[in-house]
């Protein structure tokens, strides 16, 4: 969309022409998370990044930087001084760290060669050839690393859950139907690294004893589902899925299964229902799928991002990832910022960064130097944190103590100008549209919320339409059956919570 393919020829062309294309590699990557700037071209060894880079400048950029050294400042990002150039010390990233993107806008993701270079597959070699099963559990759950994509569960315990059944089949998948509004972690993941991400899914197969795991993806994310496709095969043809891995008798298979977008099928058991072939609808649980998953069988689901976590916690060990975030969340987690911010973009923050810092220092500020009001977190299922609360370090508890959620990780920046109650419906109307309509509360419950939520932005609201949607809200919430219909009313008790004098203010001015 943003010529980036015109300026890959280009810079080809202009390689050729000044003779350096002994010297000189150009290597398409995934993204590098500043979306606000691009297109994004990195020189090394430098590391220098330009941003927002056009056609015209790519001669500038190979006359100037390529052949005499001379770093092109008006095209770099952040750093000012040319010691400062490279990309760790630009604005953007300064207060970054990232483990699960770490090779996203680094390497080539449809050259396996590329991965391997940077220790692709090195973990699962190592669990393979070094750790038993049990060996491996231990070290995920001293890691402490707990679910990426929304719930935080332990997944050392999980995976130990799965290895104690006994069965004769078990199964290992891979949640990456990433379906909130502005969220587009997986996406980038699953764009950038895939193989990270197939090297966990086999670590976690023979940790439980499983050898056959399914990736279930957005038909929607055709990038992704292509390089997957690719990083599959290639995987297969070097042996590093399928029969006899490294000639130690373990095998695992990989199949990739294509969601048609219902925002339902990311809650697990919708989406073991619909990898079974049926249609995507929760079943109640217990029984949780580490003991009945997929067919009957015991399964795990992780999300992109967890797994993107477990081989670099295989090789550098479960004190390293202690080492990063608070007391009981620790590591880094990825977020997709969007909204009134300036540095749109993807993030990865160590746990307990302040949202200030991911605000102001990260994200650049708000356009037009207008003032925060609030950010939402966890996408439709999460809540907003208003500005008073702007200094409290993200991670998962202190999230929920501001009555919003990690989730998997949309964050959303609002300012002064935002109409909190607009934002709750509109989240309210993506899950009246996302409902399966299995269960009542959920079908009927949040339709009518976004009823009266209707009428009170038109006006025609009374005062006691707030007490009724906090009622409601309240019993959708301790009465749905799945995860969906549970948090579906969050954005509306959060932003009640927090400007409850702004639903005060429709009702009582009738505008
Ligand atoms: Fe379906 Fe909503 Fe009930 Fe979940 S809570 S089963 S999405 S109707």
Redesign the pocket.
Known sequence: ASDSVKIIEELEVRIKEFNLQEEVKVVKTGCFGLCAEGPIMVVYPEGAMYTMVKVEDVKEIVEEHLLKGRIVKRLLQGAKAEEDASIEKSDFFKKQMRVALRNCGVINPENIDEYIAFDGYKALAKVLTEMKPEEVIETIKKSNLRGRGGGGFPTGLKWEFAARQESDQKYVCCNADEGDPGAFMDRSILEGDPHSVIEAMAIAGYAIGANQGYIYVRAEYPIAVNRLNIAIKAAKEYGLLGKNIFGTGFDFDLEIRLGAGAF?CG?ETALMTSIEGNRG??RPRPPFPAVKGLWGKPTILNNVETYANIPQIILKGPEWFNSIGTEKSKGTKVFAIGGKINNTGLVEIPMGTTLREVVYEIGGGIPGGKKFKAAQTGGPSGGCIPAEHIDAPIDYDSLIQLGSMMGSGGLIVMDEDTCMVDIAKFFLEFTVDE?????PP??IGTKRMYEILERIIDGKGEEEDIEKLEVLAKNIKAS???G???TAPNPVLSTLRYFRDEYIAHVRDKK
């Not at 409902?435 to 269960?439: A, E, L």
């Open positions: 339902v809650e609808e929760p409902s399966c309509g299995k269960c959920c079908r749905a059956l799945c969906l219909g549970q």
